[in-house]
């Protein structure tokens, strides 16, 4: 005899947070971290959870032994926001068909904090990521701007297995009407078209997914004939000047390459620390202006000449020239190529309250705190989820943005 499901505000909890967790288009393809740590006692904004990142190596020829230092490093993920959806109903409604109960509150709620979530890690962490294919301004129609891309994740020795592509519906369209076979695979249309999913297995990345919420790059106005200031150049700034006196500034976001020819600035394999024959592309890391002319840019990745966290053949020249990715002021949709250990999610527990019911339901790496009460006077009884997550940039090489 079959038993019937009981509609209650902790089984909506579990299936929104299993439904979310399937509706999101970014956020599926990143890491996921849970803060074990706050499961049982729960966290507040400001908190932080770390992540350990991979260790690099350099390799040594002949027979002896050549010992390297052990350089564990963490980095720490701030949870950063609250976001909560709330609902309320009598008891007589709380009688209602499974069915209602998905359509009423499942699928909407799911679908807002879905989208919640990829907003939030789509507009902030395009922002990190230096390197870039396409034309700012212009959607990409050609097929060589997203192998391009994939290029740029080779030389940054990035398993192919394991690639995503997330673009809005004006780039997917482009792209899927210069590749119509290529992207709509018979085997798995039905699937594709009701999950949002694009294709698989197309010009070098595994999964193309189409999100509403690709942010758009606003870049920076300059002008000018902009150049390094002094030969030898290290680290995570760049002194430049030639800009436009007075009128040029580059917004947190901007990407750029330095010289070309024998002067430009090449960037190399991380595990060959050899040259890629590519400029190595930088990304503005704040908002600056220049003074009189002269700016002090704030990049990444930080120019590093050797050793096992090399990023370039060489410093840049005195006077190698500074080219800025995109017209001045030009506005960009950011396309995102990337490796899942790229970005990372942190999801902890909320603290719990001190009257009513709470619930924490955790999956996948991702946590959701299940509260609801009762009005005695009314009938009503008020529940909501919230969810407390940061987002960072654990690994920018392991990603590339699409301009559009």
């Known amino acids: 005899m079959a038993v019937n499901s009981v509609v209650t505000p902790t089984w909506i909890g579990r299936e929104v947070l299993a439904v979310a967790e399937n509706d999101c288009r970014?956020?599926?393809?990143?890491?996921?971290?849970?803060?074990?740590?706050?499961?049982?006692?729960?966290?507040?904004?400001?908190?932080?959870?770390?992540?350990?990142?991979?260790?690099?190596?350099?390799?040594?020829?002949?027979?002896?032994?050549?010992?390297?230092?052990?350089?564990?490093?963490?980095?720490?993920?701030?949870?950063?926001d609250q976001a909560n959806i709330g609902w309320g109903y009598s008891s007589v409604q709380s009688t209602l068909e499974i069915q209602d109960a998905y359509e009423r509150y499942v699928n909407p709620a799911a679908a807002q904090m879905a989208n919640t979530w990829d907003k939030d890690g789509l507009s902030r962490l395009y922002q990190d990521v230096y390197q870039a294919q396409g034309t700012p301004g212009t959607v990409p129609v050609s097929n060589s701007t997203y192998i391009n891309a994939g290029v740029d994740l080779t030389n940054s020795a990035v398993p192919k297995n394991s690639r995503t592509m997330v673009v809005n519906a004006l780039m997917g369209a482009a792209i899927a009407n210069a590749n119509f076979t290529l992207f709509n695979p018979q085997k798995a249309i039905s699937d594709a078209w009701r999950d949002g999913m694009l294709a698989s297995d197309a010009l070098q990345w595994k999964e193309w997914w189409e999100d509403v919420n690709i942010f758009p790059h606003v870049y920076g106005t300059y002008s000018g004939t902009p150049t390094v200031n002094g030969a030898g150049q290290t680290g995570s700034s760049l002194i430049t000047q030639a800009w436009g006196s007075g009128v040029s500034a580059l917004n947190k976001g901007d990407v750029f390459t330095i010289g070309s020819g024998a002067t430009g600035v090449y960037s190399v394999n991380p595990q060959s620390y050899q040259s890629t024959t590519t400029l190595q592309k930088f990304v503005v890391t704040s908002n600056i202006n220049d003074t009189t002319g002269a700016m002090t840019i704030p990049i990444s990745p930080p120019i590093i000449t050797s050793g096992a966290y090399q990023t370039v053949v060489a410093s840049p020249a005195s006077g190698a020239t500074i080219n800025v990715l995109g017209a001045t002021g030009a506005i960009s949709p950011q396309g995102l190529g990337f490796n899942k250990e790229a970005f990372v999610m942190a999801s902890v527990a909320p603290v719990m309250p001190n009257q009513g019911k709470a619930k924490i339901v955790k999956k996948n790496g991702l946590a959701i705190r299940l509260w609801d009460g009762s009005d005695i006077m009314t009938d009503q009884h008020p529940s909501r989820i919230d969810s407390f997550y940061g987002f960072r940039t654990i690994r920018a090489d392991w990603a590339v943005r699409i301009q559009s």
């Open 26 to 80: 970014f956020v599926r393809g990143i890491r996921k971290k849970l803060g074990d740590e706050f499961v049982e006692g729960g966290t507040k904004l400001g908190a932080t959870v770390g992540v350990r990142l991979p260790q690099r190596w350099v390799t040594s020829k002949g027979q002896a032994f050549t010992g390297q230092s052990i350089n564990d490093q963490i980095v720490y993920v701030t949870i950063t």
